[in-house]
Each structure stands twice: as structure tokens, then as C-alpha cells.
């Protein structure tokens, strides 16, 4: 896996906490010696101590580029292949793992406001990077090339009440994926969904807007999966022999029904 990863671009969405950080050490510690990193999220000064901490754990064999982005802003999508340094605009992979559920409600009581921005982020945020990225992976001579994962969930499978805004954004990347999946066949490249079941990140902490009791209940009297679970998945499903897709992945913790 290692050799096959040797020297690739990696852009991860999402990377400053949870399952985006895990999976960038995760590339970093799988092929430190010539792996290019670009992270991105809102949170810039923790963008870059992952960034930092990731160079102090494995070396400086791996580049690592941290980069303000907010993927829901078109804007700042339209500009991002353009504004990166030179070196790490020839992107092999895109991981698209941005994503947040807002808050918990029956449809009667769903915030016009919460809806928007799981809309924005899950679903428009993911299409818009797979377009900036895509038309690199299109331009190269060989017909295209390059890996787009996308982080759905379960949720994009089984709804549950009170859920049913963040579980139609989650099933709606689940038809993206496979529509461009199948729309590239004849290329050589990759469209892959990764769905995680419970994994404990600041998830349930931002749908419960910062408040960490209700957050820790939704993993009482369980054992969740950690971020480290996912993001080996992710490294394997990219590490895979260029004519293998491993198209649609659910991963679970062992209790999860
Ligand atoms: P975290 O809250 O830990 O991470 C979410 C990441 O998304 C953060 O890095 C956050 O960074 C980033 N993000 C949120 N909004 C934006 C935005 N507008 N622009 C750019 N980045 C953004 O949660 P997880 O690691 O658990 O979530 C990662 C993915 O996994 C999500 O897509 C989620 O839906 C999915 N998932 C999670 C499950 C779980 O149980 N935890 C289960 C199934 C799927 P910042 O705030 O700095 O922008």
C-alpha cells in the first residue's frame, strides 16, 4: 500500500478533527516518505496544529499543507485548485468527509437554518469539490485518473425519526456517488463511499450546538467506533490495485444493529 501511494496528492475535507484528522495521519503513517497532504476545514489554527502534528509524528517526508476552506461557500470552491501552491495541484485523491448534523427535530419543528447549512455542507459542499477536482483528475492525457471517497453514513440508508433532514443529505450523496460512479466507468477513475455506523468525534457535539452531556448520552452503554477505525478503510480502499473499486463500504461497531 504503501509503494502505491508513494508520491500522490491527497485532499481531505473536514481535517481538522474526527474522522478528516485520523485519516490524514492515517495516509501520513501508511507512506511517509513522499505523500502530499492538502487538509482543509473552517478552523484554521487547528487545521494547522494537525498539520504540525503530523510532521512531528512521522516526518518531514510528508508534505502537509493546511488550508482554510469552508465547503460551503461555492466562492472559496471555485478558487481552491487555483490558490494551491503549484506542487500539490496535481491531486490524486479526494476525500470528501466534511460533514455535520444540526440539531435533532420531527419535521414540523426542522430549523430553516439547520437545513440549510446540512444541505450546503453534506450535499452541495461535496458535489462542488467533486467538480473542482474532478476537471484535474479529467485533464490528465490518459482518459483521467484519481480517487474520490466520499464519507456518507448509515443514516443515508436507514432514516430515523427526527433525523430526516442530515438522513436525505446522507442519501443524497449516496446517489451522487453512485451516478458518477457509473457516468466514469469508461475512465480511470475511482468514485468510492465509505458509510460509518457510531464513531465518537465531535459529531454529536456539534448537532447538540456544543452541548457535550447530550453529546456523551447518544454513546452511552456502547462502544462506539473511534475516527482511527474509519481511516484506516479510507487508506485501505485507496491503497487498492488501480483496477479495484471498493465501491461501497459499511462499517459498523459490533453492537450496531
Ligand atoms: P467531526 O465533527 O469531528 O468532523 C467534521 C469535520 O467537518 C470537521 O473537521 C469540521 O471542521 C468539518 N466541517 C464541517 N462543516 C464544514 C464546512 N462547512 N466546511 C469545511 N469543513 C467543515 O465529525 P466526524 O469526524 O464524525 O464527521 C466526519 C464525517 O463522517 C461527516 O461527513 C459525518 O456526516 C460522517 N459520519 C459520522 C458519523 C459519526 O458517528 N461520527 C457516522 C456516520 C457518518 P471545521 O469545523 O473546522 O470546519
Given amino acids: 500500500v504503501a509503494k502505491r501511494l508513494e508520491g500522490k496528492t491527497i485532499v481531505i475535507t473536514g481535517a481538522s478533527s474526527g474522522i478528516g484528522r485520523s485519516t490524514a495521519f492515517e495516509f501520513a503513517r501508511t507512506s511517509p516518505k513522499s505523500l ?3 487538509l482543509t476545514a473552517r478552523r484554521a489554527e487547528t487545521l494547522r496544529q494537525v498539520a504540525d502534528d503530523i510532521v512531528k509524528e512521522v516526518g518531514d517526508g510528508v508534505k502537509v499543507l493546511p488550508v482554510k476552506l469552508d465547503v460551503s461557500n461555492p466562492e472559496e470552491i471555485r478558487g481552491f485548485v487555483a490558490g494551491l501552491p503549484e506542487e500539490f495541484r496535481d491531486i490524486d485523491v479526494l476525500v470528501n468527509n466534511a460533514g455535520l448534523v444540526k440539531g435533532v427535530a420531527r419535521a414540523p419543528e426542522i430549523a430553516e437554518a439547520d437545513m440549510n447549512v446540512m444541505f450546503a455542507t453534506n450535499v452541495t459542499g461535496l458535489i462542488n469539490m467533486t467538480q473542482a477536482v474532478l476537471a484535474v483528475f479529467l485533464k490528465r492525457p490518459d482518459g483521467g485518473r484519481g480517487d474520490i471517497i466520499n464519507v456518507g453514513s448509515i443514516a443515508g440508508r436507514e432514516p430515523y425519526p427526527g433525523g430526516g433532514i ?3 443529505t446522507k ?3 449516496r446517489s451522487f ?3 458518477l460512479r457509473k457516468e466514469l ?4 477513475v475511482r468514485v468510492l463511499e465509505i458509510d460509518p455506523g457510531q464513531v465518537e468525534t465531535e459529531f454529536s457535539v456539534v448537532r447538540f450546538y456544543g452541548d457535550k452531556s447530550k453529546a456523551d ?5 456502547c462502544e ?8 484506516e478503510v479510507v487508506v485501505f480502499v485507496a491503497g487498492r ?3 479495484v473499486v471498493v465501491a461501497d463500504t459499511l462499517v459498523f461497531p459490533n453492537h450496531q444493529a
Avoid: F, H, Q
Fill in 185 to 188: 466507468v469508461a475512465s480511470r
Fill in 177 to 179: 456517488t453512485e451516478s
Fill in 166 to 168: 442530515y438522513c436525505a
Fill in 217 to 221: 448520552a447518544v454513546y452511552a452503554g
Fill in 241 to 243: 490495485r488501480e483496477n
Fill in 36 to 38: 502530499k497532504l492538502v
Fill in 224 to 231: 462506539p467506533l473511534t475516527p482511527d477505525d474509519i481511516a
Fill in 171 to 173: 442519501a443524497a450523496v
